[in-house]
């Protein structure tokens, strides 16, 4: 199923590979502010905050690639 999900994203071109890294980054930003809302030491929710601004600021990158290659996506 992988192979065949791969194959259907190549095949739909840049655009929808950059959509599928957005969605990527999505599901990381996702777990990351789950992982925010546990009870994490002080020096731990400190990292994982900024790697999480980091996600944050590289889907907003992607996105805007992808939006150059199809500034209408879907």
């Given at each position: 199923l992988?192979?065949v ?13 950059l ?24 020096e ?7 790697q ?13 690639m ?9």
């Amino acid at each position: 199923l992988g192979d065949v999900y791969k194959r259907q994203v190549l095949d739909r071109g840049d655009a929808a590979m950059l959509g599928e890294c957005v969605r990527g980054e999505e599901a990381a930003i996702d777990a990351y502010t789950q992982a925010l809302d546990a009870d994490l030491p002080a020096e731990v929710a400190k990292v994982v905050r900024s790697q999480l601004d980091r996600l944050r600021a590289v889907r907003d990158q992607v996105e805007r690639m992808r939006d150059r290659v199809d500034p209408e996506p879907g």
